[in-house]
């Protein structure tokens, strides 16, 4: 790699930062610093990783931690979909507002900042540019279509497009070297929190499923369920990622997709394979259940959806030379396998335990 020898990981302890950190290692000559609030998922360690237990809005210290960086990721966020309508101001200044100061820093200093917006910015469903309907979202040509302000869900959605916007003109007109990667629906082990366990509040929906299936729960499936995700593995992920960091020439400049299109199924379809597996590896578990829910009666008022979000990969293949090729069925046994190792003891009666420590 071209002179890279530092990167800065801003949001390490997070899900996307704790399985991006062991990748990246992984590039010979690189050292990283791990910056978080909270760095216990980072579960890795290295000669070449230094931790730092700080907050994004503490200029001092992140000025001394990007200092000394080539290369900064950041990937700081409040991202579950709950907070967006029941508490939108901190969504702003988390996913808007605190990271101003981080791009005007990179311009400045000429930092290569590769910052995690998110595939929500397009909205309620993929649009091309005379607002006709289109089956995949591409990121130069699909329209962003947000509903009303009152809708505050969109309040997420919005603070990062504008972060985007705020991006690319520092790279128009003030010469920054940057990526934006929109992530469709990453999955994996160390997604979110449980509820009550590592975390209060409502995580995203596989955090959620899992942690209906180890209490043994309903599953919620929020207005039925029939709407639909395209969801990839961040083992994959985070190869991606490696790859952009590893080509600063080709992804300048670029909003690159990364997600995978061949895994789009509905919220119901992915409760139903989960649970699947999860009877597979527990298989004392009582019978998984289902209940409808109204997204008012689940989020709260201010609620909106995605229908659809199939993420157009032709720009990060071609790039990246990167195509994901784990199917969700696929993906599944080892995200259970890990939810029932980290949470099981505690959520999990102790006869179904012991079966699934035989079987998992
Ligand atoms: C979220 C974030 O807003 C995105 O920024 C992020 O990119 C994306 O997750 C992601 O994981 O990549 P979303 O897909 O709407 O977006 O979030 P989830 O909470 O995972 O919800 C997916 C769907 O499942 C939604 O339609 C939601 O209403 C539904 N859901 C959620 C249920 O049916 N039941 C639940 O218990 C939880």
Same mark, same amino acid.
């Given at each position: 790699?071209?002179?890279?020898?530092?990167?800065?990981?801003?949001?390490?302890?997070?899900?996307?930062?704790?399985?991006?950190?062991?990748?990246?290692?992984?590039?010979?000559?690189?050292? =990283?610093?791990?910056?978080?609030?909270?760095?216990?998922?980072?579960?890795?360690?290295?000669?070449?990783? +230094?931790?730092? %237990?700080?907050? =994004?809005?503490?200029?001092?210290?992140?000025?001394?931690? /990007?200092?000394?960086?080539?290369?900064?990721?950041?990937?700081?966020?409040?991202?579950?979909?709950?907070?967006?309508?029941?508490?939108?101001?901190?969504?702003?200044?988390?996913?808007?507002?605190?990271?101003? $100061?981080?791009?005007?820093?990179?311009?400045?200093?000429?930092?290569?900042? %590769?910052?995690?917006?998110?595939?929500?910015?397009?909205?309620?469903?993929?649009?091309?540019?005379?607002?006709?309907?289109?089956?995949?979202?591409? +990121?130069?040509?699909?329209?962003?279509?947000?509903?009303?302000?009152?809708?505050?869900?969109?309040?997420?959605?919005?603070?990062?497009?504008? /972060?985007?916007?705020?991006?690319?003109?520092?790279?128009?007109?003030?010469?920054?070297?940057?990526? =934006?990667?929109?992530?469709?629906?990453?999955?994996?082990?160390?997604?979110?929190?449980?509820?009550?366990?590592?975390?209060?509040? %409502?995580? #995203?929906?596989?955090?959620?499923?899992?942690?209906?299936?180890?209490?043994?729960?309903?599953?919620?499936?929020?207005?039925?369920?029939?709407?639909?995700?395209?969801?990839?593995?961040?083992? +994959?992920?985070?190869?991606?990622?490696?790859?952009?960091? +590893?080509?600063?020439?080709?992804?300048?400049?670029?909003?690159?997709?990364?997600?995978?299109?061949?895994?789009?199924?509905?919220?119901?379809?992915?409760?139903?394979?989960?649970?699947?597996?999860?009877? #597979?590896?527990?298989?004392?578990?009582?019978?998984?259940?289902?209940?409808?829910?109204?997204?008012?009666?689940?989020?709260?008022?201010?609620?909106?959806?995605?229908?659809?979000?199939?993420?157009? =990969?032709?720009?990060?293949?071609?790039? /990246?030379?990167?195509? $994901?090729?784990?199917?969700?069925?696929?993906?599944?046994?080892?995200?259970?396998?890990?939810? %029932?190792?980290?949470?099981?003891?505690?959520?999990?009666?102790?006869? /179904?335990?012991?079966?699934?420590?035989?079987?998992?």
């Amino acid at each position: 790699m071209s002179g890279l020898s530092r990167i800065a990981v801003l949001g390490a302890g997070g899900f996307l930062g704790s399985h991006l950190v062991p990748a990246l290692s992984r590039l010979p000559g690189t050292a =990283i610093d791990a910056v978080d609030l909270s760095l216990h998922k980072l579960e890795f360690s290295s000669p070449h990783l +230094e931790r730092h %237990v700080a907050d =994004i809005t503490d200029a001092k210290r992140i000025e001394g931690v /990007l200092e000394r960086c080539d290369v900064v990721l950041s990937l700081t966020a409040l991202c579950t979909p709950a907070l967006y309508s029941t508490n939108p101001l901190s969504v702003i200044d988390a996913n808007y507002t605190h990271l101003v $100061p981080i791009v005007e820093y990179c311009a400045a200093h000429r930092k290569r900042l %590769v910052h995690f917006s998110t595939c929500e910015v397009y909205g309620r469903l993929a649009l091309d540019t005379t607002a006709r309907s289109t089956e995949l979202m591409h +990121e130069d040509d699909t329209a962003l279509f947000l509903g009303p302000v009152s809708r505050e869900r969109w309040s997420y959605a919005c603070a990062k497009q504008l /972060l985007e916007r705020l991006i690319w003109a520092h790279g128009q007109h003030k010469g920054l070297d940057f990526t =934006i990667i929109r992530p469709f629906n990453v999955i994996g082990s160390r997604m979110d929190f449980l509820p009550g366990v590592d975390g209060e509040g %409502v995580p #995203r929906v596989l955090a959620c499923f899992m942690n209906a299936l180890l209490r043994e729960q309903e599953l919620l499936l929020v207005d039925g369920g029939l709407q639909k995700r395209s969801f990839i593995s961040v083992e +994959e992920f985070a190869e991606a990622i490696v790859r952009v960091v +590893e080509r600063p020439r080709d992804c300048r400049g670029e909003i690159i997709n990364i997600g995978n299109p061949s895994n789009d199924v509905s919220i119901r379809a992915l409760g139903e394979a989960l649970s699947a597996e999860f009877e #597979r590896q527990v298989p004392r578990a009582a019978r998984a259940r289902f209940r409808a829910v109204s997204a008012e009666a689940f989020y709260g008022p201010g609620y909106d959806d995605s229908a659809r979000r199939i993420p157009d =990969i032709t720009k990060a293949e071609r790039l /990246l030379d990167w195509r $994901p090729k784990v199917s969700l069925s696929a993906m599944l046994p080892a995200i259970v396998a890990d939810y %029932v190792a980290r949470y099981g003891t505690e959520l999990m009666p102790h006869s /179904l335990q012991a079966r699934a420590a035989r079987t998992g």
